[in-house]
């Protein structure tokens, strides 16, 4: 938090950008930041959640795109094992473990003179 107290005016909200393979609902995400924002620069921001799609690259057969197995039902239940829908080879992820803060918005300090002295 002590980089946030350099911010000019008020974080009014938080983007936080979460793969899809992250097994973090959205719910708790926004529990959790609520919880952990209390009595900080952050109280009574908003935290809105952008999902990054699951890609892939096939390096046998050159395929780069979104997997198929993302829309069987029991992907949140079990490991998923991600094949290339093209010819079923092993793929490299690309995308979808992400987990990262992607921008802050930030309100400006009401216009006003400054003032050059602190009180002590």
Do not use: W
């Not at 938090?1 to 000019?8: G, Q």
């Not at 096939?58 to 949140?76: M, Y």
């Amino acid at each position: 938090m002590e980089r946030l107290d350099n911010t000019p005016g008020r974080i009014v909200r938080v983007l936080l950008c979460k793969g899809e393979l992250r097994v973090l609902s959205d719910h708790a995400l926004q529990n959790a930041y609520e919880v952990v924002t209390r009595d900080t620069p952050l109280q009574d921001s908003s935290l809105d959640i952008e999902p990054i799609a699951v890609t892939v690259r096939c390096n046998a057969c050159g395929f780069q795109g979104s997997p198929e197995l993302l829309s069987d039902p029991s992907f949140h239940f079990a490991i998923p094992i991600l094949s290339c829908p093209r010819c079923g080879a092993e793929v490299d992820l690309l995308t979808g473990r992400e987990l990262y803060i992607g921008r802050l918005t930030v309100e400006p300090p009401p216009d006003g003179p400054v003032s050059a002295e602190a009180e002590p």
